[in-house]
């Protein structure tokens, strides 16, 4: 078994980095640190540091290929509606989609909305971006696959859906030896095998590690390990076993992705209103949240010292770095740096000019390539 069937890339959307993906993704909970200045929780006004989610918060649930989290796409043929699903990949992926999209919203509703604005925009994202990686050179994912899938996700916990432990029915190898090239996992051959990337659309069939074994994300991991890594640092990190409430947790020793570590040790995000410290926010996760901020919405505001519920606006509309964060590029501008209100900006569609360092930030999935936004195609991989 290999390949795990989740196409998704999570990690704040920040100016310069996308998860990378959406591991992007900044980081699918195992990163360091993002680029400052672009909104309440990715460093803000001022250009802090953004905070990571390496040690608390685990990462949403994704794999090496393709790097982020929905989108656009040319329509697929019934290549594989061959394994005795006569309904074909078009349904099989719409069902997917709903699952992926239900568990996210389930376990990180503020993830979904955040991203995709709602779970319709996030089933429709998810349906493009199944079709064109089970459509790929090499792909396993199969009709009946997918709804195999489907199913178990249906059932998932969220200390399971974010923490690296896909359900089995997830993990379904492709025919791609190690060294191919590829844009999305399911295409790669196992056991463990999966898509590193090497660019922002495309990359290489590897093998995950396993434990004690090197690793930059969660996902360089096998099923049931998190990467942990010394905070800010850019040495060798190794993949380990989450450790679980009340046990001793620091950037080496990541949490369960239902926790975060507070004290050094894992516990249960604080609520809304509790005291915390905003001093701590770059250091392994948020004290308010999990997934970095992105789990439910909850920050540390650095006015009161607080727990606090973010709020999303859309384009054009009011942002700060004190509560009012903006809808899928997350990306607040000032006229003017004093300012203590912003305007959100809107995403960068397909093929227009794109440039991340003048917050010309892509709608998720697509990545600035060249200057231009382009949707991830793992069929053009290779």
Request: with cysteine; proline share 8%; charged share 10%.
């Given at each position: 078994m290999?390949?795990?069937?989740?196409?998704?890339r999570?990690g704040?959307v920040?100016?310069?980095?996308?998860?990378s993906?959406c591991?992007?993704?900044?980081?699918?909970?195992?990163?360091?640190?993002?680029?400052?200045?672009?909104?309440?929780?990715?460093?803000?006004?001022?250009?802090?540091?953004?905070?990571?989610?390496a040690?608390?918060?685990g990462?949403?649930?994704?794999?090496g290929?393709?790097?982020?989290?929905?989108?656009g796409?040319?329509?697929?043929?019934?290549?594989?509606?061959?394994?005795?699903?006569a309904?074909?990949p078009?349904d099989a992926?719409?069902?997917?989609a709903?699952?992926?999209c239900?568990?996210?919203?389930k376990c990180a509703?503020?993830?979904v909305?955040?991203t995709?604005v709602?779970?319709?925009?996030?089933?429709?994202?998810?349906?493009?971006l199944c079709?064109?990686a089970?459509?790929?050179?090499?792909?396993?994912?199969?009709?009946?696959?997918?709804?195999?899938?489907?199913a178990a996700?249906?059932?998932?916990t969220?200390?399971?859906?974010?923490?690296n432990?896909?359900p089995?029915?997830?993990l379904?190898?492709?025919?791609?030896?190690?060294?191919?090239?590829c844009?999305?996992?399911?295409?790669?051959?196992?056991?463990?095998?999966?898509?590193?990337?090497?660019s922002?659309?495309c990359?290489t069939?590897?093998v995950?590690?396993?434990?004690?074994g090197?690793?930059?994300q969660?996902?360089d991991?096998?099923?049931?390990?998190?990467?942990?890594?010394?905070?800010?640092?850019?040495?060798?990190?190794?993949?380990?076993?989450?450790a679980?409430a009340?046990?001793?947790?620091?950037?080496?020793?990541?949490?369960?992705?239902?926790?975060?570590?507070?004290?050094?040790?894992c516990?249960?995000?604080?609520?809304v209103?509790?005291?915390?410290?905003?001093?701590?926010?770059?250091?392994?996760d948020?004290?308010?949240d999990?997934?970095?901020?992105?789990?439910?919405g909850?920050?540390?505001s650095?006015?009161?010292?607080?727990?606090?519920?973010?709020?999303?606006?859309?384009p054009?509309?009011?942002c700060?770095?004190?509560g009012?964060?903006?809808?899928?590029?997350?990306?607040c501008?000032?006229?003017?740096p004093?300012q203590?209100?912003?305007?959100?900006q809107?995403?960068?569609?397909d093929?227009a000019?794109?440039?991340?360092?003048t917050?010309?930030v892509c709608?998720?999935?697509?990545?600035?390539?060249?200057?231009v936004?382009?949707?991830p195609?793992?069929?053009t991989c290779?």
């Open positions: 290999t390949g795990r069937l989740h196409i998704a999570m704040a920040v100016v310069g980095a996308f998860l993906a591991s992007s993704g900044g980081s699918h909970g195992s990163s360091s640190g993002g680029v400052g200045g672009t909104g309440i929780f990715d460093g803000g006004q001022a250009g802090q540091p953004g905070s990571g989610g040690v608390g918060g990462g949403i649930e994704g794999t290929g393709v790097s982020v989290d929905g989108g796409g040319a329509p697929v043929a019934d290549a594989n509606a061959g394994d005795g699903d309904a074909g078009d992926c719409a069902t997917y709903s699952s992926f239900n568990a996210y919203q509703p503020y993830y909305a955040s995709y709602d779970v319709q925009g996030c089933s429709a994202k998810q349906k493009a079709l064109a089970s459509s790929a050179n090499g792909s396993g994912a199969t009709p009946a696959k997918l709804r195999a899938c489907a996700r249906d059932a998932i969220c200390e399971d859906l974010l923490s432990h896909p089995p029915d997830c379904v190898p492709g025919s791609l030896p190690a060294g191919s090239s844009g999305s996992d399911w295409q790669c051959a196992g056991p463990h095998g999966y898509c590193h990337l090497d922002p659309l990359g069939c590897a995950q590690s396993a434990a004690g090197s690793c930059v969660d996902l991991c096998q099923p049931g390990l998190r990467c942990g890594n010394p905070a800010g640092a850019t040495g060798t990190w190794t993949c380990v076993a989450p679980s009340g046990a001793t947790c620091d950037s080496t020793h990541p949490c369960l992705g239902t926790l975060t570590c507070l004290g050094g040790q516990a249960t995000p604080l609520d209103g509790v005291p915390c410290n905003f001093q701590n926010r770059d250091s392994y948020w004290e308010c999990i997934l970095a901020g992105r789990g439910r909850r920050f540390c650095p006015s009161s010292g607080m727990c606090i519920q973010a709020e999303l606006s859309g054009g509309q009011p700060n770095t004190s009012i964060d903006c809808v899928q590029v997350r990306v501008t000032y006229a003017d004093t203590s209100t912003g305007t959100c809107a995403p960068i569609s093929g000019p794109c440039d991340p360092a917050k010309a709608a998720p999935p697509s990545q600035c390539v060249g200057g936004c382009k949707f195609d793992p069929t290779g």
